[in-house]
């Protein structure tokens, strides 16, 4: 039935994509549980289903909203692990859409206008573990570094063996950012450090890496 249900949906439209929720591993891609956190980066193509306040729906008395910095956190950790985030909503009964949704929308949107090339058609972090400031997603010979926690001045990424070209701030690209890279060949260990200009944005800010090659990450965690 899952299969027959899928071959239905790509026969009436073809570049339509069905979710893994059709069951039985036929669908286009993975869904995780509500409002689910992997632990870790994921193979393949992956989606969680989330909910602004508690509900799925609207429900009069749930005003426990998600903050805006609490949403683009998640908008980076789930990035970062290669899983998309889609938000649900809970218009009312007469269609219209609760203000603290819109008011919540409205702001990843603006974020978005600016960062929106670090999560668009991005891959998951090359690296096998997760970083206490924040997260990477990937996308061709470019790697951004989505910042949940400002590192100030200085910044240092640690197992990168690709050498960078250049790196930007996508909120003010004319901002300059300093580059250092050093190798121990002896040790096999390399280390990027950043000098950084002041923060631009007061919850996430981004940095892109063009790199000489499609990432080349150390894998020993």
Not at 9 to 19: F, K, Y
Not at 51 to 56: A, H, I, K, V
């Amino acid at each position: 039935q899952s299969q027959d249900l899928s071959r239905f949906v790509h026969r009436l439209q073809p570049d339509c994509l069905v979710s893994g929720r059709v069951g039985n591993g036929v669908g286009d891609y993975g869904s995780l549980g509500d409002n689910q956190i992997p632990t870790g980066r994921l193979e393949g193509y992956w989606e969680t289903p989330a909910t602004l306040n508690d509900t799925w729906g609207y429900k009069t008395d749930d005003p426990n909203w998600k903050s805006v910095k609490t949403l683009r956190h998640l908008l980076v950790d789930l990035s970062s692990k290669g899983v998309n985030y889609l938000l649900n909503i809970g218009p009312r009964a007469d269609g219209t859409v609760p203000q603290p949704s819109i008011n919540r929308l409205l702001a990843i949107g603006k974020w978005m206008k600016t960062n929106s090339e670090a999560i668009y058609g991005t891959k998951a972090t090359p690296y096998p573990y997760e970083f206490p400031w924040g997260g990477i997603t990937q996308k061709g010979n470019r790697l951004y570094l989505l910042f949940t926690k400002w590192p100030g001045k200085r910044f240092t990424l640690p197992g990168l063996r690709s050498r960078v070209k250049k790196a930007t701030l996508l909120a003010n690209k004319r901002a300059k950012v300093q580059i250092s890279q050093t190798r121990d060949n002896d040790l096999d260990y390399d280390i990027l450090q950043l000098d950084l200009p002041k923060r631009p944005d007061p919850n996430v800010s981004v940095i892109a890496l063009d790199l000489d090659g499609p990432p080349d990450v150390d894998q020993t965690a």
